[in-house]
């Protein structure tokens, strides 16, 4: 497909770059099966390593994802100034997280409302820039 200005350039995003995108981002999508059907719930996050993250939600489709200890992904995406577009997922197997962990302000105050603490190691990191 090409773009009014030519064709579209996509871009394999190396695991810094994928990362450095992640640790800029406060929401995200949690991709999950739910009955048998895709679906993408939001999500805070926060990246506490180079292989992992905390996420909190309050969708009890994730909550119950994350105590079967499932396979989730987590999507942001952006548009840059040039007009590019970027996508990043991460995938890994899920699991309840103690809030006894340190959290970022964001993670701290979901939690205390409710939200559940996930742990999710960056297993699977790929992104793709689209311009």
Request: hydrophobic share 50%; with cysteine; net charge neutral.
């Amino acid at each position: 497909m090409d773009a009014p200005g030519g064709p579209l350039t996509r871009t394999t995003l190396g695991r810094a770059t994928c990362l450095a995108l992640l640790r800029d981002a406060a929401y995200a999508r949690v991709v999950i099966s739910v009955r048998c059907l895709p679906a993408a719930l939001p999500a805070r996050i926060s990246v506490v390593s180079d292989h992992r993250l905390l996420l909190t939600s309050t969708e009890e489709a994730v909550r119950a994802a994350a105590h079967r200890s499932d396979v989730l992904s987590v999507q942001i995406d952006g548009l840059e100034a040039d007009g590019a577009t970027w996508s990043v997922m991460a995938s890994g197997i899920a699991a309840l997280a103690s809030p006894d962990e340190p959290l970022s302000a964001p993670l701290r105050t979901a939690v205390a409302g409710g939200a559940a603490l996930i742990a999710l190691p960056l297993s699977v990191l790929v992104g793709e820039r689209v311009g």
